[in-house]
């Protein structure tokens, strides 16, 4: 090897961008099961039969829900269940280059998964004829607007009084060099060798509702990827938990307040 070669191996080699450091730290400073700092509010658009905002590291997202209500066109109602119509966008100020505002590819697969994800946490065959629409718009989009989406949608039927199997919580894991980590954010997202893995569940049965992978992991970073991304959801849920009795202690607080007046 010529010593131009070497020097030029060597400032390579010091170029290379570290994902987790020795001391297993990220890019951002968090740990590599660390979720990104989760804040979620329960009716938020008074308009809604129920809805959700959330803010889940950079993203933010609002989620609607209207319905049950006769399914229009008729031809698409079913005698034995309600239909759920899911929309996921991103506003055209959401990412970096201005996105079109029109549905993408990206976007109407979103919108097929998390649908059908929530098909199996609600009661269908309690609104025969009907539809529930949920609409989802992100304002503001790094990495994991799926999860976070499905995670406010979630919490925006249980606003809007559907009765559920339970809630569900979702959250992305994955691998950047080489290291299994939770909820990649888009720094780790772009990695050379990065997979990412969204994952939803019904918390209290642990049954899997979403199971996606952009790319190709070993049976044994499988395996620690999937039960870390069990133990993120969990976490998820308590977040919701906690959103969702904040409202409506503070709606029981204030009938009392109006009734001792």
């Given at each position: ?96 280059e201005r996105k079109s505002p029109k549905p993408g590819r990206r976007d109407i697969e979103i919108s097929k998964v998390c649908g059908e994800a929530l098909e199996k ?141």
């Amino acid at each position: 090897m010529t010593a131009k070669e070497e020097k030029e191996k060597k400032k390579e080699k010091e170029e290379k961008k570290i994902y987790v450091n020795k001391k297993g730290l990220r890019l951002d400073g968090r740990t590599i099961d660390q979720l990104r700092e989760i804040k979620i509010m329960a009716g938020v658009l008074p308009r809604a039969n129920g809805s959700a905002y959330i803010e889940w590291g950079q993203n933010k997202i609002l989620a609607s829900v209207h319905g049950p209500r006769e399914a229009i066109p008729k031809h698409t109602a079913n005698p034995y269940k309600a239909i759920v119509r899911f929309d996921y966008r991103m506003a055209t100020f959401s990412v970096p280059e201005r996105k079109s505002p029109k549905p993408g590819r990206r976007d109407i697969e979103i919108s097929k998964v998390c649908g059908e994800a929530l098909e199996k946490a609600i009661f269908l065959e309690q609104y025969p004829n009907t539809a529930i629409d949920i609409w989802v718009e992100v304002l503001d989009s790094n990495a994991g607007s799926r999860v976070a989406s499905l995670t406010a949608a979630s919490v925006a039927l249980t606003d809007a009084g559907i009765p559920m199997r339970d809630l569900i919580s979702s959250v992305a894991v994955g691998r950047i060099d080489g290291t299994i980590v939770l909820d990649l954010n888009k720094d780790e997202e772009d990695a050379p060798d990065a997979v990412d893995m969204p994952l939803g569940i019904l918390p209290n049965t642990k049954e899997i509702v979403l199971l996606q992978m952009d790319g190709l992991m070993k049976k044994e970073e499988f395996d620690k990827a999937f039960e870390l991304g069990i133990q993120g959801c969990m976490q998820v849920y308590q977040k919701q938990i906690e959103a969702l009795k904040k409202k409506y202690s503070l709606e029981e607080n204030i009938v009392k307040g109006e009734q001792n007046e």
